[in-house]
Structure formats: C-alpha cells, structure tokens
C-alpha cells in the first residue's frame, strides 16, 4: 500500500529555534498533501493543505508567517516550525493524496512528528 | 455547522463483536472514512464509504447511510490489538475533512 514517511520522529528544541519536519511520498505522486496538529485525546486539526508548485491554503487562525510549507516535488512537502515556543508543542501528522489512484479521495497519513519545545 | 458524533468510549471483551457507530452533519458529502490510531501513533485508514451499504474488509466492515447521516464501523473477532482510538471523519463538499475525536475502544480478555 502507499507509504507516507515522516522525518525526523522525535524533535526536541529550545524556545526560539527553527524546526523544519518533512513528509514524503514513498511510494507514490501527491499533488496534495495535508499537515494536521493533535493534542492530547483531541482530533486531528487539519492546519494546511500543501499543493506542488504553490503556495499552501492555511485553516483559519493559523499563522503562515509561523509555520511555512513548502512542496517542491510531487513527493516531498516540508513544514518549518518558526520561532517555536513551547506551545508548539503537538503531534504533527502529514497526509498525502496518490494522484494516480482511482479513488482520489483516500489519504494517507505519514507516521506523525512529535515536538517538544522546551 | 458542520459535525461529527461518535460514543468516546466502548468496551468489549476478546473474541466478541462490535459496533461503534459515527453521525455526520457537513456541507455537503464526499465520503466517510474510518482510521484507526493507536495511541501516540498516527490514524491510520481503515475503510471509505461513498455509497450507501455495508463493505466488509476481513474482520472489519463498514457501513453508510447517506439519508440517515450515519455510518458505522464493525469489528468482530476482537483481538487485545484492535485496541485503539477510532477515527470517524466525513468528507464535505470542499474535500476537507470534517473529524469526529475519536472513540476510545478497550478490549477486555
């Protein structure tokens, strides 16, 4: 089945710091990919959706001059962590769209990056 | 507004059977999936119902029905593993994702 990765798993880093998280197809095109945010026993909050070759649509109340995404190839998209500060903290998931496959509409979400801002 | 319902938590014993059942309200309706996530791991895809019915995948199925704005997800054969949060979450007519937090599933031996 399509895999999504993620990279790195675990960051720890201090206030202040940069922290750039990847999200890579592996084994297929997506045109599309998702950058989610959890919290504790709390849903996933879908915080922007990365399109290839253009800008990504932000949700609404989420800083993009904070948290910058970049997707470059049709596998790879990039979330930088700017300035972090300790409430940045979360859980942070990608998911991505295969292009080629028939039913468009399932994604597939990569293994998630936990942050920790100290 | 838009809205997913689905119980927080169920219990059930090894071996037995489940239904943990989703209502939806959206803006329109592409789908409803389901995802499995276990803790500190991501939700990972279980199932996609466009049309109304029930799909079966092993010793999970899936069930919708688009008039009734429900959905549920069945699992029988229960094993310790199948314990986990589950995800329900409906497509709306933008293609964004409306989730439900999750039902909280504990397997009992």
């Known amino acids: 089945g399509a895999v999504v990765s993620q990279h790195p798993s675990w960051v720890i880093c201090k206030s202040g710091t940069s922290v750039k998280i990847e999200c890579r197809s592996l084994d297929f095109q997506a045109t599309t990919m998702f950058w989610y945010r959890q919290f504790p026993k709390q849903s996933l909050m879908l915080m922007a959706t990365s399109n290839e070759g253009s800008k990504a649509t932000y949700e609404q109340g989420v800083e993009k001059d904070k948290f910058l995404i970049n997707h470059a190839s049709l596998t790879l998209s990039t979330l930088t962590v700017t300035s972090a500060h300790p409430e940045d903290s979360s859980f942070y998931i990608c998911?991505?769209?295969?292009?080629?496959?028939?039913?468009?509409?399932?994604?597939?979400f990569g293994p998630g990056t936990r942050l920790t801002v100290l | 507004g838009q809205n997913i319902d689905q119980p927080t938590e169920m219990t059930a014993t090894e071996g037995a059977i489940v239904q943990i059942n989703c209502t939806y309200q959206t803006s329109g309706f592409n789908g409803l999936f389901w995802y499995q996530q276990h803790a500190g791991e991501a939700p990972t895809f279980l199932s996609y119902n466009v049309l109304d019915g029930l799909e079966e995948k092993g010793r999970f199925s899936s069930f919708l029905s688009r008039s009734k704005g429900y959905s549920y997800l069945l699992l029988k054969e229960l094993q310790m593993k199948d314990s986990a949060s589950y995800l329900c979450a409906a497509l709306d007519s933008n293609y964004q994702l409306i989730w439900g937090a999750g039902t909280k599933l504990i397997i009992k031996p």
């Open positions: 998911s991505a769209r295969d292009q080629l496959a028939g039913d468009t509409d399932t994604q597939y």
